[in-house]
């Protein structure tokens, strides 16, 4: 079935395509709107015009989603959500911070939830997160709820647009055009106050650190207004922080640490920023690093910042590494990433151990991979990683995975389907010695865009093919591959 909205009425179909092309509107939203108020779109043809109406309340139904747009929420702030699977994790990371860890930034982790629910068309969910998060809001900040809420009723505007609940649309447009109106604002639905810059920073940061630059100049903004603001400095030091994850630059490396440094003596409970101070002194400060993380692991109850601090340790202190995710585990045993990083910790054992306990030790870290996939059946890196320790003793189980994941990649994100030519590829080449079709496993894993990680290991593993070719005297299959890849970096960066 096509795009369009179809129906058994010729002159209401000509009706129907003419106004979802004039009016920007997509099918869910024409045949909602001609559920409700059949009279505008049975009217609509190309003299069109919502003026002509003869019914406000009707003609005012087709400005709202202008009015939704200049809105200061979720859903107007762009949100780089790359698939669904992304959606899903951030989700299980806003549940365990909402749950374990009491910032002043709660309502803003709830909204941002509700966004999460919306994508997911969870709208009961997403209702019930905004009425949350609004609660949050009349109890912590009743001085100045106005400013606070305005994110909030926004996504409320928006939520019961999707819904077609178009008196509760009015219904908040109005609360915020009057918040507007009370604070002077330019614009009757949007207001430049510190309050909602740092509600968008906090929003990029949960969406991933690689915003994190875009939250910085969120937290500076709001800075501008209220210099001494703690909420304010701890997410402009923690967005420091992310944005040096993504550019690894002296620059960046000082800022986040000269903001880390500033705020940690006055926001002692903030173990999420000590983890980040930790990392960023790793190298120059190791002492005061781990006495940091010290303090972390006695004291927090986060699961996700106890398995930052565990990764600290990882690869030299194993068994540190492994209490610490353990007692993670304890307070939250629901979350994957838990038990697929000690499962990682198990693996790093296997491959160094010698002794009588490698089958032990590679029963423990099976059945780690094997939790971390029943708690989130979605995740390739688990399966991946289950098929590795498959592959030890019984390698037609972890042939079975691949192939299960290969015929699965259309659905996948880029990233996971980079990892899957790669781990395919690899048991190609190693366990059935077939050359050529590791090849091309290695050659579709790399001719997929995206810079991860996974694209410059296939990137490798063809050079280290092509070398062989060349050793074996094979030069033109050789210089096939170097050139395969030449050219696709090269349309890589058109």
């Known amino acids: 079935m096509s795009g369009r909205v179809r129906t058994s009425d010729p002159e209401l179909q000509a009706s129907l395509n003419v106004f979802t092309l004039q009016f920007g509107f997509n099918q869910k939203e024409t045949v909602s709107l001609h559920n409700h108020c059949p009279m505008i779109v049975a ?4 003299s069109f015009s919502p003026d002509s109406l003869m019914f406000p309340s009707l003609c005012s139904t087709l400005h709202l989603k202008e009015k939704l747009k200049a809105l200061q929420c979720h859903f107007t702030w762009n949100f780089e959500i790359r698939d669904k699977v992304d959606a899903v994790h951030i989700l299980q990371t806003l549940a365990l911070r909402i749950a374990h860890t009491h910032y002043q930034n709660q309502a803003t ?6 966004y999460l629910c919306h994508l997911q068309g969870q709208y009961e969910d997403a209702l019930q997160s905004l009425r949350e998060a609004e609660g949050i809001l009349e109890r912590d900040h009743p001085d100045n709820f106005p ?5 909030i009723y926004g ?6 647009y999707h819904l077609a609940h178009y008196d509760l649309v009015e219904l908040y447009l109005d609360k915020v055009e009057k918040i507007c109106s009370s604070l002077n604002s330019c614009s009757p639905y949007a207001a430049q106050i510190p309050e909602i810059h740092a509600q968008k920073g906090w929003s990029l940061l949960a969406a991933g650190f690689r915003n994190g630059e875009e939250a910085k100049e969120c937290f500076q903004m709001a800075l501008r207004e209220d210099k001494a603001n703690g909420e304010f400095l701890a997410g402009s030091a923690i967005a420091a922080y992310a944005s040096w994850t993504h550019s690894h630059n002296s620059v960046s490396w000082n800022e986040a640490r000269e903001k880390l440094g500033t705020i940690i003596p006055e926001q002692q409970k903030n173990y999420e920023a000590k983890v980040y101070f930790a990392k960023i002194l790793k190298e120059s400060d190791r002492q005061q690093a781990e006495a940091l993380l010290e303090d972390v692991v006695q004291n927090s109850q986060d699961p996700e ?3 930052h601090a565990a990764k600290f340790f990882q690869p030299e202190f194993l068994e540190k590494t492994i ?3 353990e007692r993670a585990i304890l307070l939250n045993s629901n979350y994957h990433l838990l038990h697929y990083n000690l499962g990682y910790c198990y693996k790093i054992q296997f491959c160094g151990d010698k002794s009588s306990r490698r089958e032990e030790i590679l029963a423990a870290a099976t059945e780690a991979f094997k939790k971390a996939v029943r708690k989130y059946p979605a995740y390739v890196f688990a399966k991946l990683a289950l098929a590795e320790m498959y592959g030890e003793n019984t390698p037609h189980y972890q042939e079975e995975i691949y192939l299960n994941l290969m015929s699965e990649m259309p659905s996948l994100s880029k990233r996971c389907q980079q990892a899957v030519y790669l781990h395919w590829g690899n048991f190609l080449f ?3 010695n077939s050359v050529w079709e590791a090849v091309q496993m290695y050659k579709a894993g790399f001719a997929i865009p995206g ?6 290991q296939l990137k490798k593993k063809l050079e280290k093919v092509a070398e062989r070719f060349q050793q074996s005297s094979q030069t033109t299959e050789a210089e096939a591959i170097h050139d395969f890849i030449q050219e696709t970096e090269s349309h890589s960066l058109e």
């Open 451 to 456: 810079d991860y990680l996974e694209r410059q």
């Open 430 to 432: 190693y366990k059935k």
């Open 155 to 160: 996504n409320f505007a928006w939520i019961y």
């Open 109 to 114: 982790l709830r909204a941002m939830q509700a």
């Open 147 to 151: 400013r606070q809420v305005l994110v």
């Open 305 to 307: 910042v106890l398995r």
């Open 43 to 46: 009217c609509s043809g190309n």
């Open 323 to 325: 209490s610490i995710l």
